[in-house]
């Protein structure tokens, strides 16, 4: 029996970065695959956007970021502040969601108009072996968690209070541009 989940994808922080990044995402379990669809418009155009599913590896359910999130009062909720409600990151929607390996330059690139088209069939089994070395369990609990995608261009100028850097990616590059939450659908 194949599951079903899907994912509104809604702008955060578009009202500093001046583009609502919005979008869909489709994740179907079938065997031993899940396969992954995420289309996104109006991103910044012509540049990589990080995108992963973000999740409290206690169960918790994750919830969303909005403005209640800048704690600083900075205009923006930057990477850390997302996680009081969203947790931590968890795996990416790059070219190889299954061996999580977060700071890439491997996820997708959106177009001159902003719109970027990410598919992409996961093994089942090695996702679920990854992250239960990482987390400590082999469900993925895809209902219990959002998804964010990242990444404003370098020339942006971000106020010295945005924090995020991962590994030697800077803020740009963290910095959510939208979010959804992600839901099981029944289709019978
Ligand atoms: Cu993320």
Redesign the pocket.
């Known amino acids: 029996m194949s599951k079903k989940y899907i994912a509104e994808i809604v702008p955060l922080n578009s009202e500093v970065i001046g583009t609502k990044a919005h979008g869909k995402a489709v994740f179907i379990e079938e065997g031993d695959h899940l396969n992954i669809k995420i289309d996104m418009f109006d991103t910044p155009a012509n540049m990589q956007h990080?995108?992963?599913f973000?999740g409290f590896p206690n169960g918790e359910i994750a919830q969303i970021a909005t403005k209640e999130q800048d704690v600083n009062h900075d205009g923006f909720v930057d990477?850390p502040e997302t996680e009081a409600v969203s947790g931590t990151?968890m795996v990416p929607f790059d070219n190889a969601p299954h061996h999580m390996h977060i700071p890439s330059d491997n996820y997708p690139i959106s177009d001159d108009k902003g719109y970027f088209s990410y598919e992409i069939n996961v093994p089942l089994n090695e996702l679920q072996k990854k992250f239960k070395e990482v987390f400590g369990t082999d469900d993925l609990e895809l209902d219990k968690r959002v998804i964010?995608?990242?990444g404003v261009p370098q020339d942006f100028k971000l106020p010295d209070t945005v924090a995020g850097e991962v590994g030697c990616y800077d803020t740009h590059v963290?910095l959510?541009i939208a979010v959804g939450k992600i839901v099981e659908v029944n289709e019978c």
């Open positions: 990080w995108e992963h973000h990477l990151t964010y995608v990242h963290t959510p």
